[in-house]
């Protein structure tokens, strides 16, 4: 075997396990990442469910007063 389809075969191999290297460092990476946004939607949703109940509760409570004004009237 001549020395330049050698050296072809050794780039081509360095070649193809660098490629494959980016590819599952990139791929581990993005699953990281949407991992995170998962978890910071998660919190987000929790805020908005807690917001939602709180909304609730003071539309109770406004009644309420407004109940008791009308009642000291």
């Known amino acids: 075997m001549s020395d330049a389809i050698l050296v072809a075969i050794i780039s081509g191999v ?3 396990l660098g490629s494959c290297g ?8 993005t699953q990281y990442r949407l991992a995170a946004l998962e978890k910071q939607v998660n919190c987000h ?9 709180l ?18 009237k």
């Open 45 to 53: 949703n929790q805020v908005i469910e807690r917001t939602f109940r």
């Open 55 to 72: 909304e609730g509760r003071m539309d109770e409570c406004e009644h309420d007063i407004r109940d008791l004004k009308n009642g000291m």
């Open 14 to 16: 360095c070649t193809l």
């Open 22 to 29: 980016g590819v599952i460092a990139s791929s581990r990476l």
